[in-house]
């Protein structure tokens, strides 16, 4: 490689990032807001690339030309270009947030999906949408591979990715000792406390119950 195709990639290299990292940066954010990991593949790079693409357009075709429409600014659109950049980021910040907004914390776009008979939810998982139609309060039963134990518990917080470690915290939780006739024996009773947590791993349930959702005792 000759020092001028050295040169020119250099030039080109500003470009080439433009149309990378900002929709980068709104998959990883839009992906953080979820608490879920950004893991990288090709078709995450085509997703960023497309959006990167999109955010260009609306720069140099409409956010540019109107702002430099006022008289405080002047612009450049040019991908080497800080200003340029800068509204490229902020685009990338913004968006994952109002769209994360939009599907997830004020219902909006559920209320839309009802209107039109459309069933489908914006929750991660069940246990996530019952959560956020029962103020967050599940009472719930888990029962252990090794030994006759189970669980029972307000749940609190939750890991369902796969690929991550997978738990259930439970506070105000009962240990229980499942007899051999069916009957319960408890061993830890902490329904009072709400400091008190335990901890279950994935690996660790057979099962699981979701029961009586807002009971307290």
């Not at 800080?82 to 980021?89: H, K, T, Y």
Request: aromatic letters at 14%; proline letters at 2%.
């Amino acid at each position: 490689m000759t020092v001028k195709e050295i040169s020119e990639i250099i030039e080109l290299l500003p470009m080439y990032l433009c149309y990378i990292y900002p929709g980068y940066i709104t998959m990883f954010l839009f992906y953080y807001f979820r608490a879920l990991t950004l893991s990288d593949t090709k078709a995450k790079v085509i997703k960023s690339i497309v959006l990167s693409y999109l955010y260009i357009i609306m720069s140099r075709c409409y956010i540019i030309p109107r702002l430099n429409a006022l008289a405080c600014f002047n612009i450049s659109n040019q991908y080497d270009s800080l200003e340029f950049n800068i509204v490229l980021i902020i685009l990338a910040v913004v968006v994952p947030y109002l769209i994360y907004m939009f599907l997830y914390k004020n219902g909006l776009m559920e209320t839309i999906l009802r209107k039109l008979g459309i069933e489908t939810t914006m929750d991660r998982n069940e246990i996530q949408m019952l959560q956020r139609k029962y103020s967050d309060n599940i009472w719930i039963y888990v029962y252990l591979k090794n030994g006759n134990i189970m669980y029972e518990g307000s749940l609190t917080e939750q890991e369902l990715e796969h690929g991550k470690s997978r738990f259930f915290c439970l506070s105000k939780y009962r240990k229980r000792l499942i007899k051999t006739n069916g009957k319960l024996k408890t061993l830890a009773d902490y329904s009072q406390d709400e400091k008190e947590k335990v901890l279950i791993y994935f690996d660790q349930i057979s099962h699981f119950e979701i029961a009586n959702v807002d009971k307290q005792e």
